[in-house]
């Protein structure tokens, strides 16, 4: 099973700030990675796909980096909605596995 | 508007059975891959298992198989879980979800409750 590594598990931050997010797999995953964000008492949404795509109706302040085990998400400049968790998963291999998911609080 | 809904959760003791629903609309349900992911209380998100359009392929998370069991009606746009000696470690917010063409989850629901406690 490939296990998706996320860091840190709470990020601070204020609005207005760039928030960068890490995933690391356990093996090569080659492109083969997802964000995803979920707000309190919500389902998940999907952010970013294969790595870099951004979902339909996602802003441009959303953008995803990285290929191989590292992977990034980078939130531009946060906006108070932003504030939530944030999922990775990948779909190289069976089974479909998440990460941990890293909290993006209200500094 | 694209819309999935689940139904069925509730409070069931260890051993027992429930089978979850997820109705679709708003878009073409026979067209796509589904899949069912769950949510324990606070914790993260685990992905149960996946069917394919027209049910000939399916799959399920090693904790689950042998005992859930994933079905969908194209004709009724609807996906099922039968789930099967359900253990307290079962307990989560159960999600149906579409796969995309992009082959992600790109619309889930907002859950259904299952809690499994004597």
């Known amino acids: 099973e490939i296990v998706l590594t996320q860091s840190p598990a709470t990020l601070s931050l204020s609005p207005g700030e760039r928030a960068t997010l890490s995933c690391r797999a356990s093996?090569?995953?080659?492109?083969?990675l997802a964000w995803f964000q979920q707000r309190p008492g919500q389902a998940p949404r999907l952010l970013i796909y294969?790595?870099?795509n951004r979902a339909t109706g996602i802003p441009a302040r959303f953008s995803g980096s990285g290929s191989g085990t590292d992977f990034t998400l980078t939130i531009s400049s946060l906006e108070p909605e932003d504030f939530a968790v944030y999922y990775c998963q990948q779909r190289k291999d069976w089974p479909l596995t998440f990460g941990g998911g890293t909290k993006l609080e209200i500094k | 508007q694209e819309q999935l809904v689940e139904s069925g959760g509730g409070l069931v003791k260890p051993g027992g059975s429930l089978i979850l629903s997820c109705a679709a609309s708003?878009?073409?349900?026979?067209?796509?891959?589904m899949g069912w992911i769950r949510q324990a209380p606070g914790k993260g998100l685990e992905w149960v298992s996946y069917i394919s359009k027209s049910s000939l392929y399916t799959n399920y998370a090693d904790s689950v198989k042998g005992r859930f069991t994933i079905s969908r009606d194209n004709t009724e746009n609807s996906l099922f879980l039968q789930m099967n000696s359900l253990r307290v470690e079962d307990t989560a917010v159960y999600f149906c979800?579409?796969?995309?063409?992009?082959?992600?989850?790109?619309?889930w629901g907002q859950g259904t409750l299952v809690t499994v406690s004597s």
């Open positions: 093996q090569s995953i080659r492109r083969y």
């Open positions: 294969e790595t870099s």
């Open positions: 979800a579409r796969e995309a063409t992009t082959n992600w989850f790109d619309l």
């Open positions: 708003g878009f073409t349900f026979s067209d796509h891959y």
